[in-house]
């Protein structure tokens, strides 16, 4: 064991004493006692995950984006508006009624005073009295109007205005609906991308060039030396969380090559690539790179 890590544990690239092991200790928030354990490695893979969740942020923003969300809008009148339209039809109609009671009201008090003439009561106190009755009557009947009228604008505006809330209310949950579907889609989509890849991460792509590629088709029929250069072509971060993160993403990965490779291929691959800085990397012999591919090639 080295002085700066404890067993089972590995530092990442380019930290090789325990002045490295403070250094990303303090950048972590963890105590600095220069050496790699549990908590610096459980703040490590937070640190290291946070970009793998930012690239699933990014994947989930890019189809939000991309994605034309409907929506239902609802203009509602005010109060005084509805008053205005609904008055604009009732009225007319009052306003007859109202007419042709005073008009008749005028005939009923016209034919008193004929009857009177006619009977050579002239003026009296009587045919005076009846024409203020039809007076009062006609005023009655003129109120009545009006307040039935006053009644029935109200009710009406209330209906309207009740119609007019369902309805902005039924937008308002379709809207929160179509939203949800778009979310929920973005959301599915963007975790089909990112186990995309996260598993092409865990895997090489032919054609490569010796570098691990985060994108393409996985393939079944990779040959030993994908394989390999999957695990030579990781970044040292990357290359820890394979080797020791409890993360379900990388324990995938992880499961993944020892089934394909058995744990003790897995072991020597762990070996011939151990996390070293990048001059360490590419000092690895020929000898351990051949071990490890026909290890590989074995396993399949």
Not at 148 to 166: F, V
Not at 202 to 227: H, I, P, Q, W
Request: glycine letters at 8%; a positive charge; zero cysteines.
């Amino acid at each position: 064991m080295a002085s700066y890590y404890l067993k089972g544990y590995t530092t990442p690239d380019g930290v090789n004493s325990r002045a490295d092991v403070r250094e990303w200790q303090n950048k972590l928030g963890v105590k600095a006692d220069g050496i790699w354990g549990p908590n610096t490695q459980a703040a490590y893979e937070r640190y290291a995950n946070a970009s793998s969740m930012s690239k699933f942020q990014e994947y989930y923003n890019t189809i939000m984006g991309a994605l034309n969300v409907p929506s239902i809008s609802v203009s509602v009148p005010s109060k005084a508006e509805l008053k205005e339209d609904i008055s604009s039809y009732l009225r007319p109609g009052v306003d007859l009624a109202i007419s042709k009671r005073r008009a008749a009201g005028e005939t009923a008090k016209a034919e008193l005073d004929a009857d009177a003439v006619s009977r050579g009561m002239g003026a009296s106190t009587y045919v005076s009295s009846m024409k203020e009755r039809e007076d009062d009557d006609v005023q009655s009947d003129i109120s009545i109007m009006e307040a039935q009228y006053t009644a029935t604008l109200a009710e009406r505006i209330a209906a309207a205005l009740e119609k007019y809330q369902s309805m902005s209310l039924q937008a308002q949950l379709q809207n929160a609906q179509y939203a949800y579907n778009a979310q929920t889609t973005a959301m599915n989509l963007a975790s089909q991308w990112f186990n995309s890849y996260m598993n092409n991460a865990a895997r090489a792509v032919k054609g490569s060039g010796g570098r691990s590629g985060k994108s393409g088709t996985a393939s079944k029929n990779m040959s030993t030396l994908d394989y390999v250069r999957f695990v030579s072509g990781l970044s040292a971060p990357e290359r820890s969380m394979l080797y020791n993160s409890g993360a379900s993403e990388w324990v995938m990965m992880r499961t993944e090559l020892e089934d394909a490779l058995g744990k003790d291929g897995y072991r020597t691959v762990r070996s011939a690539f151990p996390i070293l800085g990048s001059a360490g990397v590419k000092s690895i012999s020929n000898k351990n790179y051949d071990k490890a591919r026909d290890t590989w090639r074995w396993a399949r």
